[in-house]
């Protein structure tokens, strides 16, 4: 059993991959159970060789047209198309998955990358897009809003003190120069809810197997970007005081499993930096836990806004460092028992 692929159950409509629509959790909570009956699917707890999927920030604000920062690449399907294939792979592969942990990129409106947080001389916020460097902050183009010291308890020299510092550090790590968003993955807000497809994926897999998705809650710092949910951009302050956390305890969890799939949005951004950080933990432990990992290519997309900004080469490259360093580019199109070092 554990060397075949499971149908797609007659629930899952592809066409809807791209829509918001409301779950019917009673009735995929049977259905699920019936499918484990019928396909003799075991709980994950028995699972022998263990496979995690890592699944970032699958939320309506990066994959569904129209949303706030809609991740289409080139294609202009890009995001669609990834989850559609990714929710085909968990159907599919039912049986083998033991745990799926989705991230969720989770933002208020006074943050460093929201244009609030910016201000001219005139008054004037940046436009969404608006990369802000170093030199920006040195010349005076752009100063700390310092209306925001109210909501963050601070005072206005902090405020601008912390933005030099904060996009010093950017540069001094080669990380891309402090980018102003749309206001995207809003708590509480529609664009931060899981794609429903994809979310309907996950519960038919945790009813069906037993197991409890493992959610994931990073970008909810006010002073600091955070890509990965491995670790924010930037850890400390101009004084030294903690902006946020690393998340060692994900970190420890990610490698007990045999096997660590990564997938999501953006494969530019919030993909590529939690690949990096992971990539950064194992080669400070143990170089050979870097064979574990299986990078979905067919199922992440990098940030293309048409005649502003394309990130598709610099995602594409980082993608052959992962590779080179030892870990797995593959396809979700690809039954996941022919993958290299699988064992099932």
Same mark, same amino acid.
């Given at each position: 059993?554990?060397?075949?692929?499971?149908p797609?159950?007659?629930?899952?409509?592809?066409?809807?991959?791209?829509?918001?629509?409301?779950?019917?959790?009673?009735?995929?909570?049977?259905?699920?159970?019936?499918?484990?009956?019928?396909?003799?699917?075991?709980p994950?707890?028995?699972?022998?060789?263990?496979?995690?999927?890592?699944?970032?920030?699958?939320?309506?604000?990066?994959?569904?047209?129209?949303? &706030? /920062? %809609?991740?289409?690449?080139?294609? *202009?399907?890009?995001?669609?198309?990834?989850?559609?294939?990714?929710? @085909?792979? $968990?159907?599919?592969?039912?049986?083998?998955i033991?745990?799926?942990c989705?991230?969720?990129?989770?933002?208020?409106?006074?943050?460093?990358f929201? &244009? /609030? %947080?910016?201000?001219?001389d005139? *008054?004037?916020?940046?436009?969404?897009?608006?990369?802000?460097?170093? @030199?920006? $902050?040195?010349?005076?183009?752009?100063k700390?809003?310092?209306?925001?010291?109210?909501?963050?308890?601070?005072?206005?020299?902090?405020?601008?003190?912390? /933005?030099?510092?904060?996009?010093?550090?950017?540069?001094?790590g080669?990380?891309?120069?402090?980018?102003?968003?749309?206001?995207?993955?809003?708590l509480?807000?529609?664009?931060h809810?899981?794609?429903?497809?994809?979310?309907?994926?996950?519960?038919?897999?945790?009813?069906?197997?037993?197991?409890?998705p493992?959610?994931?809650?990073?970008g909810?710092?006010?002073?600091?970007?955070?890509?990965?949910?491995?670790?924010?951009e930037?850890l400390?302050?101009?004084?030294?005081?903690?902006?946020?956390?690393?998340?060692?305890?994900?970190?420890?969890?990610?490698?007990?499993?045999?096997?660590?799939?990564?997938?999501?949005?953006?494969?530019?951004?919030?993909?590529?930096?939690?690949?990096?950080?992971?990539?950064?933990?194992?080669?400070?432990?143990?170089?050979?836990?870097?064979?574990?990992?299986?990078?979905?290519?067919?199922?992440?997309?990098?940030?293309?806004?048409?005649g502003?900004?394309?990130?598709?080469?610099?995602?594409?490259?980082?993608?052959?460092?992962?590779?080179?360093?030892?870990?797995?580019?593959?396809?979700?199109?690809?039954?996941?028992?022919?993958?290299?070092?699988?064992?099932?």
């Amino acid at each position: 059993m554990l060397r075949k692929e499971l149908p797609l159950p007659s629930h899952y409509q592809p066409k809807k991959v791209g829509e918001v629509w409301k779950i019917p959790y009673q009735d995929r909570s049977k259905d699920a159970q019936e499918w484990a009956g019928k396909y003799q699917i075991k709980p994950a707890s028995n699972d022998i060789f263990r496979i995690c999927l890592v699944a970032v920030d699958v939320q309506n604000t990066f994959c569904i047209p129209g949303f &706030e /920062l %809609y991740v289409g690449g080139r294609s *202009g399907t890009g995001a669609v198309d990834d989850n559609r294939r990714m929710c @085909e792979f $968990i159907y599919r592969h039912l049986h083998l998955i033991t745990e799926i942990c989705p991230t969720m990129d989770t933002h208020q409106i006074m943050q460093i990358f929201h &244009e /609030l %947080y910016l201000i001219n001389d005139k *008054g004037e916020h940046p436009a969404p897009f608006t990369l802000i460097s170093v @030199e920006d $902050i040195q010349n005076g183009a752009w100063k700390f809003n310092e209306a925001l010291c109210y909501s963050f308890n601070i005072d206005k020299d902090f405020g601008q003190k912390h /933005l030099l510092h904060y996009t010093t550090k950017l540069k001094e790590g080669g990380k891309y120069d402090l980018t102003i968003w749309p206001y995207h993955a809003m708590l509480g807000g529609i664009g931060h809810a899981l794609v429903s497809s994809f979310e309907e994926a996950i519960f038919f897999h945790g009813v069906a197997r037993y197991s409890q998705p493992d959610f994931h809650v990073k970008g909810d710092k006010p002073f600091t970007e955070h890509y990965s949910v491995l670790g924010p951009e930037v850890l400390e302050g101009p004084g030294g005081e903690q902006l946020a956390r690393k998340s060692e305890k994900f970190f420890n969890k990610l490698v007990q499993y045999d096997a660590v799939i990564i997938a999501g949005q953006a494969k530019s951004h919030c993909v590529a930096w939690t690949i990096d950080d992971l990539l950064k933990d194992i080669l400070s432990k143990d170089r050979h836990l870097v064979e574990k990992v299986y990078l979905m290519e067919d199922c992440t997309s990098p940030v293309v806004i048409p005649g502003s900004i394309d990130y598709t080469v610099q995602a594409d490259e980082a993608f052959q460092r992962f590779a080179d360093a030892g870990m797995h580019i593959v396809r979700s199109t690809d039954p996941i028992y022919r993958w290299p070092g699988i064992k099932l």
